[in-house]
Structure formats: C-alpha cells, structure tokens
C-alpha cells in the first residue's frame, strides 16, 4: 500500500519496477544529440503507412512490441496499458494498440502523458490490480501540425517560442518488485492556468504548473532540489525552462548544474532550426525510455525527478479565444 | 489489496465507496422517463455560457461541486479527480475542472469513460494513495454534433441506427470503507473491432466489446447473469443491445429481464425521436449516478454490473476509412 506524504505526493512502498524500456523515434530525431540511443529510428516517417496519425499508431505498435520482446513477453502477459497521445480522441494509441488484446485504458494529459500513464501503471502495481502493466505514449510531426496548426503543405512560418513536435514513442513494463529502476514518490499536478493564449508559446503556458508541482514535491518530501541527480522537466524547451527557473528563485529555490529539459535535449539547437525545442508526449517520453532509465539501470543516475508538462488546450479552445490550461506530473524514479 | 481473479477480473478488497454522487442534465433529457431524477435540469443548454463546448465545462463543474456539497466536503479535500469527456483533447474536463484546483488525470474511453475513471478512482482508493478520489463525465448533443457529425444549422438528416448524444455530466465521489455502495469486481475490457465503418450505428460498433467483456467477467467469476439485479449497458441503444444479446446467446449466455441499457432509458422512444437511443459519456455516467446508485443506496438494487461501452473512433479516422473499435469496461456495484 502506498502511503500520502504531505498534500500531494505519496510514496509508493511495493516499488514498482520498471522492468523494460524502449524508445522508437523518426529521421530528425535521429540527427539530434541522443540519435544513437534509441531502439529503433524510422528514417521514412510514414512508417509504411498511408497517413501521418497511422504511422503514429505504428510507432505505439513497434515501441510495445520492442518492450514486450526486450522483457522476453507476450502481450497476453501484460494486465493494463495505459496509453496517449495529442490526437483527437487518442487515436493513435486506440489504434495502434488495437491488435493487442491487452485491457486499455486511453489517457490524456498533452505532454504530460508519459508520467500520468507511468503514474498509473505504477498505481496498478501498487494496488494488486496487476502484476504487469505497459505505459506508452506517442506524438508524430506531421499528424500534429496538422491537427493543432497548419497542413505542411501550407508552409507557415514558425514563431521563435514555437517548439517542434518530436516524432517519437516510449514505452514501459512496470511490474512487481524485481531487479530494475524503481519509482518511489509521485506528485500528480493541479491545473495552472495564468492566461497565456499564444498557442506558440507553450512553455510559457506549462512553465507554472511545472513550478507548481516541483514547490508541491519539494515541500511535502522535505527534500531540495540538490538531492537529486537529475530534475527533468518536459516539455518547457527554452521559454519554459528559464521561466520555471525563475518562478522557483522567486521561492527560494535554485535549479542547478542538475537540471535539464527533454524539450532541449532532443535537437541540435543551432543546426536542426526546432526554435525554443521539442515537444510532444513522445519527445519526454522517447528520452525516458532510452537514455535516461539506460542510465538508471547502469547506476549512471541514481535518483532523479522526471516532470513531465502538458499544456490543456485544444485547437477549438484557442479558436474560441480561451487560455492554455498548463499541468506537470513528477515522478521519482530510483535506482535499485 | 486488490486480488486478480481469473484472467481479466480483479476484486477490490478494500471495498472503497460510493460516498456521494450527482447528475445533471439538459431539457431533452429532463423530459425523459428519467427527467425528475437527475439533480439538477438547465433548461437553457447553453448553461449561460457564449459556446457548447464552454457549456460542457459548465456541466461538469456545477455536477462536481453538487457531488461535493452532498458529502459536505470541498474540492480541497479530493485527492484525484480523473475525468473525461467526447471532446477532442478532453476539452471540457479540463476548463470545467481548472479551477478546482485537484490532481488532475484526463481519462479517454469514448462513451466507456465514467467506468474507466470510476475503475481507476477505486483503485486510487484500493492502493493506499487516495482517501478520496472524484470520477466526473460529460457530453453535450450540440458540441457532439459539430465535432462528430455537421453543425447543427446544417439541419443533416439523421439514420435510423444513429444514437442522440445526451447532454448530461455524472460525477461520484469514491472514499475508504464507510456506509454506501460499494465496488467489488471491475473488469476493464480489451479493444475489439469487428471492422464497422458506419460512425451512425455506434451500437453495432460497441455491441462485441460488451460481449467480450461480460463473457471475460462471468467466466472468471463463475458466476451467470441471473445473479445480478441489473445488468446495464451504457450506450449500445437499440440496435447495439439486441446484437449484444445475440452475440452472448452464441455463447449460451441469456440477458433476460434484468438487463438494459442507459441509450434505451434515456428517452421516451416514440415521442423523442431519438432513433436507435441515447449515448455520450454523460448518458450512462448521469443515468448511474442518479437513478441507479439512488436505488443501491436504498437497497432497491443489490447487486448490478454497470458496463459502458465506448467507440474509440475520431472524425479523422472515420474520414481515413478506418472501422470503429469498441471497448467495454465492467464495474460491479453492490449494495453495503
């Protein structure tokens, strides 16, 4: 049984593990920084297929096949896969996993995806439910320009402050106490909305809601942020992470060398022209599920704080004039 | 702790509680066989607000804090609020919720989403990391149509197998062990698409999913339908429950008197002119939380299974010439 610790954060006392990983991602990503570490990159990014949202649902597909097979699995083993993405009505996760067979349950949370459907599935765990639970989460380029801004084909011009969505999934196997990265403390967000309405400013727009859930997980664990290896904010890129810095100073506390944004991490800033960073819930996502849990599992990191950020709107909330809702969820993943 | 029992089933043991719920809806429905049971009618279905989508929000956030002020209790006391909705990126639970202030989890299971959320709030509960844990729903017809269908100015003729989206918003308040309806057995159900393409006979769609699930239920169970008070679908209207019937007598498995489904009880059949029945994940979350848990709560009804149904399709994929899959998620219900 989990335990509450202060207001909002609860420590998980079964220990979840994550027992397999994987991270699956496109073309321009694979020309980025962290290009060598994902499991598999699809240098066509219609993956075959012949739309844009169907070859996101082949990235899910692949990225839990990859998992599944990473923890010598089937499919039929798994409980519960929590799963999202940016479409409308989850589409690529419905469909991607469709031929699965596993019980499902769509979750939403834009960007933040990725630590509500880990949350869950650690839930899962957790509560007896399950003994093994997958959480994956997807975003693709070209099915999202489509769907919140313009057709590629248009060729709009991007603003500095816009971020560039990441065509990219990870994915995990969460089961029982076992050898493997564990998560310990989670902190589920609030909706934080100081009425930003620039739909190219994310991070400005997530920025709040990240600094609200970190001042949550910082006052009710007792910790600072120096205890911690690595904080992982995603995705504020530019904007957004130097606003979080700086609406945490005003509270007296100072992110360090430790600090780091998946939305940064993911591009060559001044060659690959992605403006303020990535985004997207693959861009958190994919980053986790390769790099980061890799170090994890090599002792490299031993404790860090994963804030995955998502920004609340939709394209008929911009169209009708309305405010970018913002939420962050952190998870605190240990090292065995 | 939770138990799995058989391959899909698992059994709360915690038994956590039903402690308070509410419903409301629009006129349409308020002139229902249902009408005076819902808590609260707005005649005027824009809810005074200047679009449907913010009139949504309005449903949700007056049927939240109805629930909430049954229990006497404030929104600062829940723990999670998981909730959902038809429209594209979970619109209106997010803007309806945001000011709430509660750790936020954005659900999606179609028109199945009031039992995903209500699955996930007990096991918010069940795990230890909740002591309370709100599962909210909405839909509204006229922000439905327009995302899903035509303007409603369009005037479009609708099909005989079409099902009238209800507008309408269930809330419940989940809590540890204390007096009131209580959860025992959840299964959640897998994704099944039997390859319908025709986004005006969602009854056919969703009608294999709730035979999936129910066939899973009953047989790791060991129990048969004649067991339960009420066996109720949510929304497979006429066309998608008489196939449900037909697909579980393959299977030598009889719905008899004790069964029915929220789409049919929605309306007046003759006078509403609602062809096939009612849908949306307001009509099975507003009819369950107001006639049926009255009637747990009155020991009227003792024992039920509350299956809602969803179609996890997207104008996009509709649009693409994908088929519609279906998902079902059970929750028995029972008396304290």
Redesign the interface.
């Known amino acids: 049984?989990?335990?509450?610790i202060g207001k909002?954060t609860?420590e998980m006392?079964n220990s979840p593990t994550l027992k397999s990983f994987a991270a699956t991602c496109g073309k321009k990503e694979s020309e980025g920084p962290l290009g060598d570490k994902f499991d598999k990159v699809f240098l066509d990014t219609t993956l075959g297929e012949d739309?844009w949202?169907?070859a996101e649902s082949r990235l899910q597909t692949e990225t839990v096949n990859i998992t599944l097979k990473k923890a010598n699995m089937n499919a039929s083993d798994v409980?519960?896969i929590f799963a999202?993405d940016?479409?409308?009505?989850?589409?690529s996760s419905?469909?991607g996993?469709?031929s699965l067979?596993?019980?499902?349950?769509?979750?939403?949370?834009?960007c933040s995806t990725m630590a509500?459907s880990l949350?869950?599935a650690a839930?899962?765990i957790?509560?007896?439910?399950?003994?093994y639970s997958i959480a994956v989460t997807s975003s693709h380029y070209c099915s999202s320009e489509r769907?919140f801004r313009f057709p590629l084909q248009y060729g709009g011009q991007r603003t500095p402050t816009a971020q560039w969505t990441v065509t990219g999934s990870g994915a995990i196997l969460v089961s029982q106490k076992e050898p493997g990265p564990k998560i310990k403390y989670?902190t589920?967000?609030?909706?934080t909305?100081l009425g930003i309405k620039d739909a190219n400013n994310m991070g400005a727009a997530m920025a709040p809601s990240a600094a609200k859930t970190l001042l949550s997980f910082f006052d009710d664990t007792k910790t600072k942020p120096s205890e911690y290896d690595l904080i992982l904010t995603g995705d504020l890129g530019e904007v957004g992470s130097d606003l979080l810095k700086k609406l945490l100073e005003k509270e007296n506390i100072y992110l360090g060398e430790n600090y780091n944004d998946c939305g940064l991490m993911m591009y060559h800033k001044e060659e690959q022209d992605v403006h303020a960073g990535g985004s997207g819930c693959g861009c958190s996502a994919s980053i986790l599920c390769s790099y980061i849990l890799s170090k994890i599992k090599n002792h490299e990191l031993k404790n860090i704080l994963f804030v995955a950020t998502g920004a609340?709107?939709?394209?008929?909330?911009a169209q009708?004039g309305?405010s970018i809702?913002g939420?962050a969820h952190l998870i605190n993943i240990i090292a065995e």
Chains 1, 2 share one sequence.
Not at 101 to 110: K, M, N, T, V
Not at 188 to 191: A, M
């Open positions: 049984m989990a335990v509450r909002y609860i006392k739309s949202e169907k409980n519960y999202g940016l479409l409308n009505q989850c589409m419905a469909f996993l469709r067979d596993i019980p499902f349950l769509g979750q939403f949370g834009a509500q949350f869950l839930t899962s957790e509560s007896g439910i399950a003994n769907q989670c589920i967000g609030r909706i909305d609340l709107m939709s394209p008929t909330s009708q309305e809702p939420v």
